[in-house]
């Protein structure tokens, strides 16, 4: 079965660092393009980073320079580092596939202080 799953969201100081996992169950993340996409609470869903089958790597203007997607492929996960983070950031995050219109249910990941 097809599936995703994210992991690693929680509550976290505005400058503080958090890892989210995206965990890939019944394919291989490496041939697909993989997205981290989020939804503040009231707004919609945007695009934070995204990571071609080819590697290339493209950001949100917003995050760029703190935030980082990764793909390790023997685990089959794709991550997205954050850094600094700021209160804006505040969102559930998810994980995408846009081959099937796979999406995992989302990690909240919360900046307050």
């Known amino acids: 079965q097809v599936q995703i799953t994210e992991s690693g969201g929680g509550l976290v100081q505005p400058g503080g660092s958090l890892r989210l996992t995206c965990a890939a169950s019944?394919?291989?993340?490496?041939?697909?393009?993989m997205y981290w996409y989020r939804q503040a609470s009231g707004k919609e869903r945007e695009l934070v980073a995204s990571?071609?089958?080819?590697?290339?790597?493209e950001y949100l203007a917003s995050v760029k320079g703190r935030f980082i997607i990764s793909r390790d492929n023997r685990q089959n996960e794709v991550y997205l580092q954050m850094n600094d983070l700021k209160p804006e950031d505040t969102a559930v995050y998810y994980c995408?596939?846009?081959?099937?219109?796979?999406w995992g249910p989302g990690t909240q990941v919360t900046v307050a202080s």
């Open positions: 990571f071609s089958p080819v590697g290339r790597t």
């Open positions: 019944g394919f291989g993340a490496w041939n697909y393009g």
């Open positions: 995408h596939r846009r081959s099937g219109n796979i």
